[in-house]
C-alpha cells in the first residue's frame, strides 16, 4: 500500500555511468546478471565482495566496507536463497540470515549516504491465496505460503525499512519484487535449488543416462511464472532510472505455466524422452503465482526473453558448467 506519509521528492534519471555502484551478491543468478547489464551500459566503477571475503552478516565488516569504498549506487541481491525444501527445512537460517544481512547493508548504505538504492524481495512475500494475478497492494492481506513464510517475513521487513529509510531521511529507495527468475548462473544443487534448474538437472542427467523416467515433486498443477535473469537485470536499471516510489514494484512477464507444461518443454528441451511420475506426497506449494505487473509496465518497462527461447540458452549454459557449478 502507497505510504502517504512518503517524504521524498526525486525525479528519477539516468545514473551517471562513473559512479561507484555496488552489487551486494555479485556472484549470484540477479547480481551476476546485473552486473553483466550494468557493464554492457557503460558502468565503470563496478564493485562486488564474495561472501568469503565479506560476510554481510557482520555488521562491523559490512560498516567498514562502505565507509572504505563509499558506493554511490548500491542493488541488493545478497540474499540466502532457496527452493521449498531449503525454505521448509532451514526456516532459521532463512529468517536470521536475511534480516541480518539486509539490516547491516541498509543502516550501512544509510550512514554513507548512498543516493540510490533498489533492494530485492521476491514474490513469496505476498498471501498465499491472494487475488491473481497479484497486485502489489496485496501485501500484507493475508496469511502466507508456510513452506516459506520465515523467508517472507524477513523481505517483508526489508520493503518496511525501505519506506522507512524514504519517510526519515527522504532518500529516493526502491524495492522490485521478482517473480520466479532463472538463467545463467542459476543454482542446480538438488538441495538448495528452485523449480525450474531443478527440472533442468533432472531431465537432463535423465536424458544423458538414458533413463525411462522422471518423478518430480508434487501434483504438476501449480502455475508459475518464470522471467529470464537478464530480463530482471535489465528491470533492475530500468526501476533505478525510471521509478521512484515508496511501493514495492513486482517484477515479471505477466504470464504463467503449470509446472507441469515447464516439465514438459524442458523434457523436449533436453531431448529426455521417456515418462514423468508426479509425486502427489510431496507438496506444492502456493497454487498461482502470477504478478500483477502493469505498475511495472506503467513504468514503461516489459519483459523481452520467451521461455523456450530463454530455456534453450540456459539448458546450454548448464551443460557447458555442468562440472563447475555450485553444488
Ligand atoms: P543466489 O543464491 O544465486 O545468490 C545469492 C548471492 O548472495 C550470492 O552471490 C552470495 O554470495 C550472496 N550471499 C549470500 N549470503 C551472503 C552473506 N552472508 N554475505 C555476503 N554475500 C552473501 O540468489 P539469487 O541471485 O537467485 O537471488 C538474489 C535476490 O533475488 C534475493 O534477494 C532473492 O530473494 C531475489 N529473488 C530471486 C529469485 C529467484 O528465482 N532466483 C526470485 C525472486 C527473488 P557468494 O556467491 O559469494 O556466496
Given at each position: ?100 544481512i ?68 527522504g ?43 522422471v ?13 529470464h ?51 502427489t506426497?510431496k ?8 504478478l ?5 509496465a ?7 526473453i ?22
Amino acid at each position: 500500500m502507497a505510504d502517504d506519509r512518503d517524504q521524498v521528492e526525486f525525479i528519477p534519471g539516468a545514473l551517471d555511468r562513473a559512479g561507484r555502484f555496488y552489487v551486494a551478491g555479485h556472484r549470484g543468478l540477479v547480481g551476476s546478471g546485473i552486473w553483466r547489464r550494468l557493464e554492457a551500459e557503460g558502468f565503470t566503477d563496478l564493485i562486488g565482495r564474495s561472501s568469503a571475503e565479506l560476510d554481510l552478516k557482520d555488521r562491523d565488516a559490512v560498516f567498514a566496507f562502505f565507509a572504505e569504498t563509499k558506493p554511490r549506487y548500491v542493488v541488493l541481491a545478497a540474499a540466502k536463497v532457496g527452493g521449498i525444501l531449503a525454505n521448509s527445512t532451514f526456516p532459521v537460517d532463512f529468517l536470521s540470515d536475511n534480516l541480518r544481512i539486509q539490516v547491516n547493508v541498509l543502516d550501512a548504505a544509510l550512514k554513507c549516504g548512498v543516493e540510490r538504492l533498489l533492494f530485492l524481495g521476491s514474490s513469496c512475500i505476498y498471501p498465499r491465496l491472494a487475488p491473481q494475478p497479484i497486485h502489489e497492494d496485496s501485501l500484507l492481506t493475508g496469511y502466507l505460503e508456510p513452506t516459506n513464510d520465515a523467508y517472507a517475513i524477513a523481505k517483508i521487513a526489508g520493503i518496511l525499512q525501505i519506506q522507512a529509510v524514504r519517510r526519515q531521511y527522504g532518500l529516493p529507495w526502491i524495492s522490485a519484487m521478482p517473480t520466479n527468475l532463472y538463467g545463467p548462473g542459476d543454482n542446480f544443487s538438488p538441495k538448495g535449488s528452485h523449480v525450474l534448474p531443478a527440472l533442468i538437472r533432472r531431465y537432463d542427467e535423465a536424458a544423458q543416462s538414458g533413463a525411462t523416467s522422471v518423478t518430480n515433486w508434487g501434483t504438476g498443477t501449480p502455475r508459475r511464472e518464470f522471467l529470464h535473469v537478464d530480463d530482471m537485470a535489465a528491470a533492475c536499471l530500468h526501476l533505478l532510472e525510471h521509478y521512484d516510489g515508496p511501493d514495492q514494484v513486482n517484477v515479471g512477464t505477466g504470464s504463467d505455466v503449470t509446472i507441469r507444461e515447464i516439465a514438459d518443454t524442458i523434457a523436449r528441451v533436453v531431448g529426455f524422452t521417456g515418462e514423468t511420475l508426479w509425486d502427489t506426497e510431496k507438496p506444492d506449494g502456493t497454487p498461482q503465482k502470477l504478478l500483477d505487473v502493469s505498475k511495472l509496465a506503467h513504468a514503461g518497462w516489459t519483459a523481452q526473453i520467451g521461455l523456450e527461447e530463454g530455456l534453450v540458452s540456459t539448458v546450454q549454459w548448464y551443460r557447458d558448467h555442468v562440472t563447475t557449478i555450485r553444488q
